[in-house]
């Protein structure tokens, strides 16, 4: 099962691509994607329902958030609302450390994206803060990443031992897909996609579209 | 003063406003430098002519922050602008424009902090009828309260 862990609508500030615009992309290219994760930036979407898109494309549209630290930004999955209560996810100042806990407390999953990146990514980070105990998996491949900061993520994920995801970080619809996470076996829900990240059993990938113009 | 403070004490009130007329002129030559093609748009004779829905994110107010906004203009730049459309603009129509801040927020990218200011016009025809809202984003960088 392939999906894609980072992507934004509208609902970001500077997101300008529509769910079902991002739907009808990856049917017309045939991106062999199963789905994807919707990561909004400083909050999480209680309301919103992609039940029929799902239904119509035959894909997981699954809702998560994108939260900001002074380790750089972090994907949490399995947002609740102890969660959302726990810390404020709309500031750019939350400790890293209490995302991380708070997460496993809930039952979510906390993620460091882009690690590569300047001032947003852990590894710059990690060098002049210091460690930071509970990073377990970070995401290694980042369709918006620039030369060399998908290198650095990768380097640092395989030298602490921390597992990898993928997403695109998508914010305009052909951007869908470009990184990816493949899991064994298949899930359905958060919740799946929470056990299936707890497992283990997945790794960040690259997406071949099949069609030549995608 | 950070973004939460800068929130709630510029948030919520109309610092400024403006009046204008609306010729047909001024819509097709929008429209036209747009690469509109539609006569709806294009053409003051047609039955149905109005302005592009962007047509509104052309006006600009006599003030773009409200007196003793502390923004270091030289680090700003235009963010973006996004229109809602309420009701079409005619030509004849004579426009009222309130401007308010709608949101302040921060938040972290390659280059650091950034601010963000979401400046909110409100556009009114005859009769208070509502006929656009267009947020004009303008960001700061390096923004480190």
Request: net charge negative; charged share 25%.
């Amino acid at each position: 099962m392939i999906l894609d862990l980072h992507s934004h609508s509208i609902a970001s500030d500077d997101g300008r691509a529509k769910v079902e615009n991002y739907c009808q992309w990856i049917a017309r290219r045939a991106i062999p994607l199963d789905g994807f994760v919707l990561t909004e930036h400083r909050q999480y979407d209680f309301q919103s329902d992609y039940r029929a898109l799902e239904d119509r494309f035959g894909l997981l549209i699954l809702k998560a958030s994108e939260v900001e630290t002074e380790y750089g930004h972090v994907l949490v999955f399995g947002v609740n609302e102890d969660l959302r209560a726990a810390f404020d996810f709309a500031r750019v100042d939350n400790r890293l450390a209490d995302v991380l806990l708070h997460a496993r407390r809930c039952g979510a999953v906390a993620v460091p994206c882009h690690p590569g990146r300047p001032k947003v990514g852990l590894c710059a980070h990690w060098e002049t803060r210091g460690p930071v105990a509970g990073v377990e998996i970070v995401e290694t491949l980042n369709g918006g990443s620039r030369e060399g900061e998908n290198e650095l993520a990768l380097r640092y994920a395989d030298a602490q031992g921390w597992r990898r995801i993928g997403g695109s970080d998508s914010h305009i619809v052909s951007h869908i897909g470009r990184c990816a996470t493949r899991f064994e076996g298949s899930f359905q829900g958060i919740d799946g996609l929470v056990a299936a990240l707890a497992s283990g059993r997945f790794d960040a990938c690259r997406v071949a579209s099949p069609d030549p113009l995608a | 003063m950070n973004a939460a403070d800068l929130k709630a004490r510029f948030t919520g009130s109309v610092f400024d406003e403006i009046n204008l007329d609306v010729d047909a002129a001024s819509l097709a030559d929008f429209a036209l430098a747009c690469g509109e093609t539609d006569p709806r748009y294009t053409d003051p004779s047609h039955p149905d002519f109005q302005a592009v829905p962007n047509y509104p994110t052309r006006i600009h107010g006599t003030r773009q922050l409200p007196k003793d906004f502390p923004v270091e203009m030289q680090r700003c730049f235009d963010a973006g602008k996004s229109v809602v459309v309420h009701a079409p603009v005619r030509a004849g129509e004579k426009i009222t424009g309130k401007s308010e801040i709608a949101d302040i927020y921060e938040k972290t990218g390659r280059s650091g902090g950034m601010l963000f200011i979401v400046h909110r016009m409100n556009f009114y025809g005859r009769g208070n009828v509502h006929l656009a809202t267009v947020d004009w984003r303008l960001v700061q960088r390096e923004f480190n309260p």
